[in-house]
């Protein structure tokens, strides 16, 4: 028997109750038999070791300030190893419990744990380290971001600083990895797009030193909040100045130079993972992990295909609402012309408008949910400082109830908002979207692991499948809301047949921005910025839609079973109580409730 087998009942309660925080009663952990007491202590030392090998995704993911200190080189040989272990070792434990002694929400438990560490085992074979950084993810901005206090790293007192101090420290280290590791890509011809490129030197070029007080890693000490001790600040300011002077700074500019001549000279000029040795390969890897489905690229491709098209015949009945009679492109073209759709003068009446729609839902809400979150639900503005550089977002509550989950909005100007794409966006981003799946996941799961695990493919899916419940909902009523909601479903529907079409079907980036702006008249800028998106981040966007057509098959699969016993409420319910799952889990733990 395993150590883990030979804790005890009375230890494990009392680390149910205190130390690992569940939430639940004593009574309801003295039930659970001595097979889910082993499987969920390994499932939070599961949990707990993931964190420590990725500690960065630690604080922006669970606010977990034990890691606000530390920063793994996750892209060196030796921390690869370090993965490789834990997942392995992970997998030979679950193979050793007997899944029969388990009670439901252990056997949910156990799928979960073997599905995440067998993908994240199976993605090793992806040289993602590589490639360590992109447009989307580059550690020197993300740390860059994360110094004004407005990031995911709180900055609020002496010992926040001294924290995040730590983790700027070893940003030299990290930076010295990637060359080492992309120099290895070019050897090897595994190497990044050229767009890719020139969109991190852009990147890079800002974070060159060139007045030091102007550093955006000094931001956070430019004007200390409250709570840090007037006696404390002179130390803190010096010892972030030295280190960006002397170890930041120097490291960057190596960056900046390696990627602008001797990684910008390798660059690949396909843009697909297709144009690499072995890149076919990766790709399915991708997609399966992204989707959580056995569903293969050129499947993928002909649901995208089969979306656009339907999605464009919706729009055509639109473009008629609006009294258009040229073709969706012209139709797209018009709206920046269009003052009644850009109402606002002021940042205040933008979430005004927020507000209106979030009191209209959470009327409604208690017909289509059995519950609801505990949590609250607040509505801000992104901070001006970062609207142009992050889009609206939703940030989840804290584990210990010490903050509500919050409804982001970004727009650099209001005046430009459009109010045609408000009510898809707060479903999505708001409630009942991701903000009912978080939560709700946090208020109910039994283990850390379950509270915080998350996939795109359900996670991205809900929300998604969010966004159609705003006709049931009564917030498409009007032509410019119906505009934004299949405005919104086009851009994931082009995402099928984009990424796909790029990476297994040899497609051109010319040939993809093309696509994009005939299906949803976005601009030069718009479109090459998705379709560079999907070359630094393949298959991540095939999830959006994937997940939410699942639902909705599941959704009508149950009402065409149950016929005049189909309960919407009921429904939900099963899609979410045991929160976020592979699409697979998901679509076994339906039929089981419909079967029964």
């Not at 200190?69 to 690869?80: L, Q, V």
């Not at 004004?148 to 730590?166: I, V």
């Not at 992104?382 to 509500?404: I, K």
Request: hydrophobic share 40%.
């Amino acid at each position: 028997m395993t150590k883990i087998a030979r804790v005890t009942r009375r230890a494990f309660n009392a680390s149910l109750a205190c130390s690992i925080g569940f939430g639940q009663t004593l009574a309801r952990s003295a039930s659970l038999r001595s097979a889910d007491i082993e499987l969920a202590a390994l499932a939070e030392e599961y949990h707990r070791a993931v964190l420590a090998l990725f500690p960065l995704d630690a604080t922006e993911n669970t606010g977990d300030a034990r890691y606000d200190a530390a920063f793994e080189i996750d892209i060196s040989p030796a921390h690869r190893e370090r993965q490789r272990a834990l997942y392995r070792r992970t997998l030979d434990r679950l193979g050793r419990i007997d899944t029969s002694g388990l009670d439901r929400e252990g056997k949910v438990t156990h799928a979960l744990v073997q599905w995440d560490a067998a993908d994240r085992l199976r993605m090793m074979a992806y040289p993602r380290h590589l490639m360590p950084l992109n447009q989307l993810n580059c550690m020197p901005v993300r740390l860059a971001q994360w110094s004004s206090g407005n990031g995911s790293q709180p900055l609020r007192t002496s010992a926040n600083y001294e924290n995040f101090l730590k983790r700027l420290q070893r940003l030299p280290a990290w930076i010295d990895q990637a060359i080492s590791n992309m120099r290895e890509g070019i050897r090897g011809h595994v190497v990044l797009p050229r767009p890719v490129v020139e969109r991190i030197l852009a990147q890079l070029d800002a974070l060159v030193l060139v007045d030091l007080p102007a550093s955006p890693y000094l931001a956070g000490v430019g004007a200390f909040p409250p709570g840090v001790p007037q006696a404390d600040r002179p130390g803190l300011r010096e010892a972030y100045r030295k280190t960006v002077r002397d170890a930041i700074a120097p490291a960057n500019t190596r960056l900046r130079d390696f990627m602008r001549g001797e990684y910008l000279q390798a660059a690949r000029l396909t843009g697909g993972l297709s144009g690499m040795a072995g890149g076919a390969g990766w790709y399915r890897l991708l997609v399966q992990s992204s989707t959580t489905t056995d569903l293969r690229p050129e499947q993928i491709h002909e649901i995208g295909l089969r979306e656009v098209a339907r999605i464009g015949a919706e729009l055509e009945k639109v473009k008629a609402d609006f009294g258009f009679s040229g073709n969706l492109a012209a139709f797209f073209q018009s709206l920046a012309t269009r003052a009644e759709l850009t109402p606002f003068q002021s940042d205040s009446e933008v979430l005004a408008a927020y507000t209106s729609i979030n009191d209209r839902v959470k009327e409604r809400l208690p017909k289509f949910f059995e519950r609801a979150p505990r949590a609250p639900l607040e509505i801000r503005a992104v901070e001006h400082l970062r609207r142009n550089a992050v889009s609206s977002h939703y940030v989840s509550p804290a584990l210990d109830g010490s903050r509500p989950g919050v409804f982001f909005a970004a727009f650099p100007d209001a005046r430009k908002v459009s109010i045609s794409r408000l009510a898809a966006l707060f479903l999505h981003e708001g409630q009942p979207g991701h903000h009912y799946q978080v939560a709700l996941q946090q208020e109910t799961a039994r283990t850390d692991f379950r509270r915080t695990y998350w996939n795109d493919a359900y996670g991205e899916g809900w929300a998604l499948y969010a966004e159609s419940l705003g006709e049931e909902l009564g917030l498409y009523g009007d032509a410019a809301s119906r505009l934004g909601r299949l405005q919104q479903e086009m851009m994931r529907a082009l995402r099928l047949v984009i990424d796909t079409g790029i990476h297994a079907q040899g497609w051109t980036r010319e040939r993809a921005i093309s696509f994009a702006r005939e299906n949803d008249g976005s601009s030069e800028d718009e479109a090459s910025r998705a379709v560079d998106r999907y070359l630094a981040w393949p298959g991540q966007a095939l999830a959006y839609k994937i997940g939410e057509l699942k639902m909705l098959e599941l959704r009508e699969r149950a009402r065409a079973r149950l016929g005049s016993r189909f309960d919407l409420r009921a429904f939900h319910t099963q899609v979410l109580e045991d929160g976020c799952l592979p699409l697979h889990l998901l679509e076994a733990k339906v039929s089981r409730w419909l079967a029964g």
